[in-house]
């Protein structure tokens, strides 16, 4: 009995960390926006040629809000390295109570273990929308989307599907380490190049 209430708070810990999560990302999106309506991303100057505050964007409205993205993006990471350790928490209780592990209402869950991996990142940019929906380097990505090894073809299928999700979160299925961790990203227009600012290739091209 004691197991299994220390496995209900873990669950309910963690499900309140993916809430915490989610409020994060929709506070990114909406600052995102702000930016957007300005014309500028994390890095142009707030200055002119003459070292003036510029007249054509709202300077103070674009410091606050780059400053708040700065700070929201680093608990983005603090959420996510705490639901990882609670989900490590959770399988480990779950085994230890000889219960069926809980899946956090993850679709498709239940596939996870029979997905092999068939990419693996190599390049998350700062600031990225990568990178705020926690993607790592060295990450092994078992499915994204509606794409996993048993339908991938070519890195052109992640393309095609990035370009028709912009805006739109996409389930993004990973293993890090022994662990398996779903995290969701929205493909947009970022300050750098492409809607995701990260970098794949094919897990055959690094293991032969």
Known sequence: MVVDMELQEAKDAVLQLMKDKDKIESDLRALK???????????????????????D????????????IICLTNDHKDVMKKIEEGLHKVHNLA????????????PDSQEVETLEPFLRVNL??????????????EDL?????????RNFKSLADIGKLVENSRYKTINVKIK?????????LTPRPWVGKGLLGCNVILVEVVER
């Open 124 to 137: 998350v940019s700062p600031g990225s929308p990568a990178e705020t929906a926690g993607i790592q380097v």
């Open 141 to 149: 990505i078992l499915e994204f989307g509606s794409v996993h090894c």
């Open 57 to 68: 964007i709202d300077v103070y409205q674009v410091r606050h809000t780059r400053h708040k």
């Open 176 to 184: 890090r380490g022994s662990n398996i961790i779903v995290l969701s």
């Open 95 to 106: 085994g230890a109570s000889n219960v069926e592990q809980p899946t956090f209402d993850m």
């Open 33 to 55: 926006e702000i930016l957007d309506c300005n014309h500028v991303g994390m890095d142009e100057p707030l200055i002119d040629s003459e070292g003036y505050p510029r007249q």
